[in-house]
């Protein structure tokens, strides 16, 4: 069974940093893919970025690049996404995802980016 529980969550200033953390369990999580999403209140949810199975391969959305790495450690099965620079447009729910069964959602993380 699938359990992904995300944290780290907190509320900055703008230009903070803060480090999430994604622990997995339910299945082989050095197989597959990991994804950080995000939702805003009131808005759909949205790709932050994605990692493949060994961490070679990492892709961001264009609101986030050069601001967040995405980073994985399989020996420990967590997912992690280092934010700098945050921004007020930052604030929101973050979801760690997983291919292997991409319908199974957390809790999720509150980052909430305020002066």
């Known amino acids: 069974q699938v359990q992904l529980v995300e944290s780290g969550g907190d509320l900055v200033q703008p230009g903070g940093s803060l480090r999430l953390s994604c622990e997995a369990s339910?299945?082989?999580?050095?197989?597959?893919?990991m994804r950080w999403y995000r939702q805003a209140l009131g808005k759909e949810r949205e790709l932050v970025a994605s990692?493949?199975?060994?961490?070679?391969?990492?892709n961001y959305a264009d609101s986030v690049k050069g601001r967040f790495t995405i980073g994985r450690n399989n020996a420990r099965n967590m997912l992690y996404l280092q934010m700098d620079n945050l921004k007020p447009d930052d604030t929101a729910m973050y979801y760690c995802n997983t291919v292997f069964e991409p319908n199974y959602w957390g809790r999720g993380t509150q980052v909430t980016v305020s002066s």
């Open positions: 339910g299945f082989t999580f050095g197989d597959y893919a």
């Open positions: 990692i493949n199975w060994g961490g070679a391969v990492r």
